[in-house]
């Protein structure tokens, strides 16, 4: 068969599709998605979506007529139940069966969920909430109301951009996180205090090293008469043994990708679908990409979970497809929005040895030590508005950034990774130096 079928219609996956037109392939393209919904911006769910009625429309990934302009059949709110690898199909959950020459998983991840004994027997609580999807989004911009209590279980950026969100509207927000601090598997230390101190003077009460035992239940007041037994948390009780009356909990706490269908077909699974740098897995006619796929990148393996990352992959895989080998050649980055902070990262921060931090305005009372932040006096709270950026260094080179509100940092510190380059730590940590000056 000619045809190339695509399994999940989100950013990765929507992407090859029109990539794979724009290479100039001749073939038939599927692009199945098991939402009922055309492909559409995840990252707004956390963000304006959330916090006004931008309209679905708005969220579209691409105009609905184009698909069929550019020839790609979008089959969305089906579910790709199996894959006959051998004879190449795969069978819809409504019973179809379509034929493939090449197979591409797209499928993304899905949220981790509380345990059974958080949550309790019944499993499924009305007022407990994951965000990944708009379904999810919608029922959240429904049930949240101003002056409720929400408790955020998770300090990751969908926790955070969500308490930001629950902030604006009015709500009491409790954040609790099991780590000792907020973004323990993402960012530094010095990156997690800007934001922790953000939400904080925001209102946002966070309480980390804090676990959450149980939730405690009761039935929804609404279901009692029909005898739906539809059951809602009413309160948290926290590791310490705090116990907090909660209206709305969102669980945050991370994702796992979904490789369901890649383990039907036996691919060789470790933290996603395992990839060459071509994307190609251990099936020769199937390629993941986007979340699901755990690739091949300068010499290590890298599973990320980004929108950037999923539109890169998209282009190395229509390239692979068309037998025109490119490599995986942007530098990865990522933004999160919260309250009125735009945060910019850029480059892989894993494996870092220190971090420089550049303030924004030179404070004579601020007696940090940029170079060895650990000696940071921090009678001066860590702020976007005390600091512009923080540089990752592994040893003599740099390797990451993360900037707050500072596009410049953003761009230049992007463009020096990529090209290998690593300005100075005393230059980067002096304010008074612009960046645009420093000559590497
Ligand atoms: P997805 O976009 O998750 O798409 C996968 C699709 O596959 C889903 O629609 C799923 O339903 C479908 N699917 C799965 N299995 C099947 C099947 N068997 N049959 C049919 N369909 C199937 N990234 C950023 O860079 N910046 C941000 O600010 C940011 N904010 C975010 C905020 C939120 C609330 C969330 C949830 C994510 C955010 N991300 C952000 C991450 C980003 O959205 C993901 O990295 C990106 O969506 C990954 O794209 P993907 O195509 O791999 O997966």
């Known amino acids: 068969s000619d045809s190339t079928i695509i399994i999940g219609a989100g950013h990765a996956g929507t992407a090859l599709a029109f990539r794979l037109r724009d290479l100039g392939y001749e073939g038939d393209v599927v692009l199945v998605g098991e939402e009922p ?30 698909y069929a ?16 690898a051998r004879n190449q199909f795969v069978h819809l959950a409504n019973g179809e069966i379509l034929p493939y020459g090449r197979l591409v998983l797209a499928t993304g991840s ?5 345990t059974s004994s958080q949550v309790g027997a019944t499993g499924e609580l009305a007022n407990v909430h994951v965000l990944r999807d708009l379904n999810h989004a919608r029922r959240l911009r429904d049930a949240w109301m101003p002056g409720q209590h929400l408790l955020v279980v998770g300090g990751g950026y969908v926790g955070l951009e969500a308490a930001a969100v629950a902030r604006d509207l009015g709500m009491q927000v409790t954040l609790i996180e099991n780590s000792d601090r907020i ?18 003077s925001r209102g946002v009460r966070i309480l980390t090293s804090t676990g959450l035992k149980c939730l405690e239940t009761s039935p929804k007041g609404a279901d009692m008469q029909t005898q739906t037994q539809a059951m809602c948390a009413t309160a948290a009780i926290l590791d310490s043994g705090e116990r907090l009356m909660v209206d709305q909990v969102l669980v945050g706490i991370g994702v796992t990708p979904s490789v369901d269908l890649a383990r039907m077909v036996d691919l060789v699974i470790d933290n996603g679908v395992v990839t060459d740098e ?55 980055w990522f933004w999160s929005d919260q309250y009125d902070l735009k945060l910019q990262m850029a480059g892989l921060n894993t494996g870092y040895t220190h971090v420089v931090v550049r303030p924004r305005v030179q404070k004579e009372a601020d007696t940090a030590d940029p170079v060895h932040p650990d000696h940071t006096d921090h009678t001066t709270a860590l702020t976007p508005g005390v600091i512009s950026s923080v540089w990752y260094f592994r040893n003599q ?24 380059l690593s300005p100075m730590p005393e230059d980067l940590a002096d304010p008074a130096i612009p960046l645009s000056s420093l000559s590497l």
């Open 397 to 420: 080179t740099l390797i990451a950034v993360d900037a707050f509100n500072d596009a410049r940092a953003f761009m230049l510190g992007k463009r020096w990774i990529a090209a290998g």
């Open 37 to 66: 919904h055309h492909p559409y911006h995840r990252p707004l769910l956390s963000k304006a979506y959330l916090l006004s009625d931008v309209a679905d429309e708005a969220l579209h990934l691409k105009a609905p007529d184009l």
């Open 278 to 332: 071509r994307l190609r897995t251990s099936n020769p006619h199937i390629l993941a990409i986007g979340d699901c796929a755990n690739f091949a990148w300068q010499g290590r393996r890298v599973r990320l979970e980004s929108v950037p990352n999923a539109l890169e992959m998209a282009d190395v895989a229509a390239h692979t497809l068309m037998e025109r080998p490119k490599g995986y050649s942007a530098l990865p």
């Open 69 to 84: 302009s550019r020839r790609i059949t979008l089959r969305s709110g089906v579910r790709v139940a199996d894959i006959d």
């Open 110 to 114: 899905r949220p981790r969920m509380l």
């Open 183 to 200: 973004l323990s598997r993402v960012a530094c230390a010095q990156t997690a205090e800007v934001l922790q101190s953000m939400h904080q």
